[in-house]
């Protein structure tokens, strides 16, 4: 139910979201009516096969795209009643982004990377890199910080990119296959180091994956299949938040 | 962000110099070819700048530029002094004779006879010598082109001879007299001699240089003596124009240069143009992380300015200093003197590299804008 994003437990609830691309007989349908939501002190997986519909949902609940039709708040607040540059600076504002392949400036230092959202958001240049490098430090990067992405091996690189998802304490961190590009053991090292630095009580965090070796990190797990969320499933991982715990009780299987 | 974008230009090294070279080498070429132009065309002119004396030219009505002349009949030299306002004119004499040297070798030159009372119109620019010699018998001042070109590998030295029109002349003093648009030696001698030089014709007067009166402007004073005489009366900047125009309408110079300066410009623009665009292309990802993340279009149109701004400022800069090294080492040649790199050549060079960068600007913001920031999840 939608109404129950304009409580504190959900950072994000979706009802019935539709979209589609293109139109007439190229018109696809990418999601078809999802009802899925997001809780604040959890690690919530969204997982399925290849084609169906993940990166869609989460490109829409980070106002990186519109839904067709349906009902979606993020935060408290439905996107699209938000004018564009009021949306991109929810965004600056709220949202940490995690990508497949990091997308690091290749050109910048790994502490100059992680302070690009504080730059965005006008903090001072020498301000924002020492409050990256200190992020940095604490990730166990403090010898990396001065390093190129092109030098970092891809557990460190991912690891810059966790810093740059956090170091404007965003309340949303939408993670996109974080996994994907790593080994097994890389791998399990980011999803350890995002489940103890960037779940808290007032944050949610939405990954999207298809690891199965990485599930047992996550609170929820939601499966989705042909544009559609088919099943949810609740973790032994106690929740940060104790209001989502409680709010897992009400949690069922559809 | 403004570090961030420059980083972001210059953090791939080969495409960051091959962007700027592409400038630079585009920049050099419009340089370097519209001054050369300019400077090729501004030598037809070059024995009329020359004359600092005059102000106005007076010729025969049909006279186009300084190589085509008609001469005039001795009175009229009597005619246009007594046009109100004239402060004073005098004959001069153009003609091209044979000079021959003792050992054989020769070359036909420009040979301006001047005023033999005055001498208005002899070089100002000595390097050896002094025009006030030209009063000496059969004597000529020759430039230092013509010297080298009739004595070549010999030392700058007076009292030489050459024989023309079966006349022994002495050089009295070397010139240094701007390049004409042939390289012939010119030469310099009183009005009463040059004429014997070439050999007398029955009129010989081929201009009548002449200086207006205080309070009386030169495009003034041209229209009194047009009006008065009959004859074609131009001020020293319109006979340079009329000649560049003469040139510019009945020779191949602007069409081959014409041509060189198009594909500089293509070339430059093309090359510099495409390498910008696809430098954003090719960090279209980058545009789409830092528009996901939360960075404005404004910001990012402003970061593509600054890097496009950024390449074109300095590959404007480097392409300039190479055309005016280009010019420094070339002015020192007798062949190219005189060519210096042109205030206006750099201006419109600036202006044409402003419109690649615009350009380049427009395009590259247009992808980024129409971008969708979803595209990072790809």
Redesign the interface.
Known sequence: MIGAANGHDFAVSCAGVRKSFGAGETKTEALRGVDFDARFGQLTFLVGPSGCGK?TL??II?G??DRSSGELAVLGLRPDELSG?ER??F???N?G?I???Y?L????TAA?NVA??L???GVP?RQAVRRATDLLARLGLENRAAARPATLSGGQQQRVAIA?ALVHEPRLIVC?EPTAALDHENGEAVLQLLASTAVNPDRAVIVVTHDSRVFHHAHRIARMDDGRIVDVAKQARASLSPAANGAETHEEDR | MNFVALRMLTGDRAKYFGLVFAIAFCTFLLENQTTIFASILKRTASQILDVTDAEVWVMDQKTEYWEQTKALKDTDLTRVRGVPGVLWAVRLFKGNPVARTRSGKFAVSFLIGLDDATLAGAPRKMLLGSWERLREPDSVIIDEAGYVLLYPGEPLELGRTLEMNDHLVTIVGISDASAPFVSLPVMHARYSKAIDFLGRERTQLSFVIARPEPGVTPAALTERIQATTGLKARTTGEFMWDCVRYYLRNTGIPVNFGITIAVALIVGAVVGGQTFYLFTIENLKQFGALKAIGVTNPRLIGMILLQAFSAGILGFALGTGMAATFFEITSHMLATRGIALLWQCVALTGAAILGVVIVASILSIRRVLVLEPAAVFR
């Open positions: 990166t989460i490109s980070a990186l795209l540059g991109v600076r965004r600056r504002r949202l982004f990508f497949q392949q997308n400036l290749p050109s910048l100059e690009v959202p730059l965005a958001a240049r740059r996109d």
